[in-house]
């Protein structure tokens, strides 16, 4: 079944055309992303190749996040089976509750030690499977149990450090969305007590990632996912996990609800190139993703026939945004002199949008009425009403805002975006099909 929010018909009086059925389809076609950015910390500061951290070193690496994104990362504590440190489920805040980067801060208070599950733990630094024993790679026997705290594993009765006496983590907001984040190993010669003797405590290469959502790289109380954490946690080989964020690290892309309209070709009822918007909702949709105003207005124009909104996906139970994999649908009929208009947003933006050229999409071509898809025709364009910022990190873009209606007003006209910024090709974000019957 086709979702339909209205459809108005105002078809102007006159001779009747013959008519066709037409049914639209916008999909947004990106692919899923699970990381806003991502890398891998395995080379000590000063020193020309990767390895472990031991006392007086640290890892050093630059992340970029924009309001709400939150930093994550996995690093092993060396001399153990399967432990590593990392922030909770939720992740280390960048920004405060006001939006503001956080200075420099000390979050070593946010990391613990944890244990991943998948080798059954020896004593630290002697036993014969830990990673500074083992014979190899991947050698202990197999716990096949869930990634939780280390003072929750009742089963463990082994002495280990805490944290702020193995690691100091440190995140100092540069400039623009760039964070500069610090692992330094703080251990002290006896930081790990043991019945053989004393020992320091190194830190093994790991990776971090920037999100949004929870579980980024573990979920507590479930098994490893085998994406790689298990490597990280008992080699401190990074590579493996490494290589999943990185395939899986992008901006996550979002198309909003929007409003279409039937019309004759002079009617340019939604925006005309090179002027100004024309008040009547189109910004609510460029800026918020709200399709309300535009498509009480579109009712009301003159030379269109047939208009509604779009905003509820196909088999969702109510209105959404659409994610990758997700479409909306709507229906109409036209004749001949008909074209197809409509706009939706490029969420990841201030103001911007995807639409036909002002005169919309022509209906009808020498073989009659047209089928398949019309994705060449559309454009990526920008409102001119909101002062654009970096796609994915503005603070009042869509997706970061604290309200609607909140970034900086600026009058331009409608146009094309232009290069102050680097967008995807529109076919890689939305994909438009049209049959008719």
Known sequence: MVPLIFISCNKQEGFPLPTKQFIVTIENVSKPKLYLGSGVINTPKGDAMPGPITPGKKY?????????????????????????????????????????????????????????????????????????????????????????????????????????????VRIKYMSGYYFMVTIEDVSAMDALKTSKGDFAAPVSPGVWVVHIGKYPLFKPGEPDW?????????DGNPTMLGEFVKNNTGLPYVLSPGAWAVHKEQAMPIFSWGKFDYGEGLEGIAEDGNAA???????????????????????????????????????????????????TMFVQSNDLFYSPGDRGIHLFGKNGAINGDVTSQLYLLDAGTEKNEEPG??????????????GVTEHNAVDKVHDEYSYPATEKIIRVTVSSH
């Not at 500074?132 to 002495?159: H, R, W, Y």
């Not at 085998?226 to 008992?234: D, Q, V």
């Not at 969702?316 to 945004?321: D, F, K």
């Not at 990190?393 to 309200?403: T, V």
Request: hydrophobic fraction near 35%.
């Open 226 to 234: 085998g994406k790689g954490l298990e490597a990280i946690a008992e």
């Open 293 to 343: 105003m535009l498509g009480e207005s579109l009712k009301k124009k003159y030379g269109v026939d047939y208009s509604g909104v779009f905003n509820t996906p196909d088999g969702a139970a109510g209105p959404v945004p659409i994610g990758p994999g997700m479409k909306y649908s709507f229906t109409f009929p036209a004749d001949k002199l008909d074209v197809l208009s409509f706009a």
């Open 393 to 406: 990190y503005g603070p009042n873009q869509a997706m970061r805002q604290s309200a609607p209606n909140t």
């Open 60 to 168: 050093e690496f630059m992340v970029k996040a924009g309001k709400g994104q939150k930093l994550s990362f996995a690093v092993m504590l060396a001399a153990t089976n399967d432990l590593f440190f990392a922030p909770d489920e939720e992740g280390i805040a960048l920004y405060d509750n006001t939006g503001k980067p956080i200075a420099s801060q000390n979050v070593t208070n946010q990391v613990y030690l944890w244990d991943a599950g998948t080798e059954i733990n020896e004593e630290p630094a002697v036993g014969p499977n830990t990673v500074t024993n083992q014979p190899g790679p991947n050698t202990g026997p197999a716990e096949n149990g869930p990634v939780q705290l280390i003072s929750k594993v009742t089963t463990d009765k082994f002495q280990y450090p805490a944290v702020n006496k193995v690691i100091k």
